[in-house]
């Protein structure tokens, strides 16, 4: 059953209200480098403005899974302030890349997301990537290859316009499409996970043009290589 975009978006200001409160929740400005505070997490209900975001989707548990494989095969883990220091500089570099593309870069707790627009990214209707999204793509392969103490979600996201299950099809496909590009020039396939939320994950209405653009997108959430417990 799909969930109304009116819950969808109090869930999205919900969970980046919670993160702000514990260890913040902003964004650097994708074309002045600025920190600001998305309109989502202040409640304003339409997240078309730079930097919204839904964040980290696969669950807890694949996550420490692909996490351990990781550090078990050579990438050591981080731990305590090394943590924080670690995520402030790749998410500094990313910053510097990313100026003036149309990625935002947004900081939830020690998670990194990189909001990538359809007006950059892919056609409409489509999973084959826009020659102009080449050079963007490459710009974070530079970093994700320099920081590789950190996993890499690859999330597929659009508008509500078409079916579900069309929709759902489209955000896996456009997920593995980048996800593919990064693996070809060179990113450890391992240290990529590809998932698709069809239009569960709106970060504004759907009911503008605007809105429905501000959907269609993909977003690279970057968690850091932790020891999980036990």
């Known amino acids: 059953m799909t969930i109304s975009s009116g819950r969808q978006l109090a869930w999205v200001g919900l969970a980046?209200?919670?993160?702000?409160?514990?260890?913040?929740?902003?964004?650097?400005?994708?074309y002045t480098g600025e920190r600001q505070y998305s309109d989502t997490a202040k409640g304003a209900g339409i997240g078309a403005a730079v930097g919204a975001v839904v964040g980290l989707l696969t669950g807890g548990d694949a996550a420490a899974h692909r996490k351990n494989a990781l550090i078990g095969?050579?990438?050591?883990?981080?731990?305590?302030?090394a943590v924080g220091n670690y995520m402030d500089r790749q998410q500094g570099e990313l910053r510097a890349q990313l100026r003036g593309t149309g990625v935002s870069v947004t900081r939830m707790g020690d998670n990194i997301t990189l909001n990538m627009p359809s007006n950059i990214t892919f056609a409409t209707n489509?999973?084959?990537?826009?020659?102009?999204?080449f050079r963007v793509l490459d710009s974070v392969?530079?970093?994700?290859?320099?920081?590789?103490?950190?996993?890499?979600?690859?999330?597929?996201?659009?508008?509500?316009?078409?079916?579900?299950?069309?929709n759902q099809a489209l955000s896996e496909r456009r997920a593995n499409t980048v996800a593919q590009y990064l693996q070809?020039?060179?990113?450890?396939s391992d240290r990529l996970i590809t998932v698709?939320?069809?239009e569960t994950r709106p970060v504004a209405t759907n009911d503008t043009p605007e809105g429905r653009q501000a959907n269609r997108r993909v977003e690279?959430?970057?968690?850091p290589l932790t020891q999980s417990p036990g």
């Open 141 to 166: 392969d530079i970093v994700l290859k320099k920081y590789e103490k950190t996993l890499v979600e690859v999330a597929g996201h659009t508008d509500n316009v078409g079916s579900d299950q069309a």
């Open 184 to 188: 070809a020039h060179g990113l450890r």
């Open 196 to 198: 698709g939320a069809g």
């Open 73 to 81: 095969a050579g990438i050591g883990a981080l731990a305590g302030g």
């Open 16 to 30: 980046c209200a919670v993160s702000m409160a514990v260890s913040g929740c902003y964004t650097e400005n994708a």
């Open 220 to 223: 690279l959430t970057l968690t």
């Open 126 to 133: 489509s999973a084959d990537l826009n020659a102009s999204f």
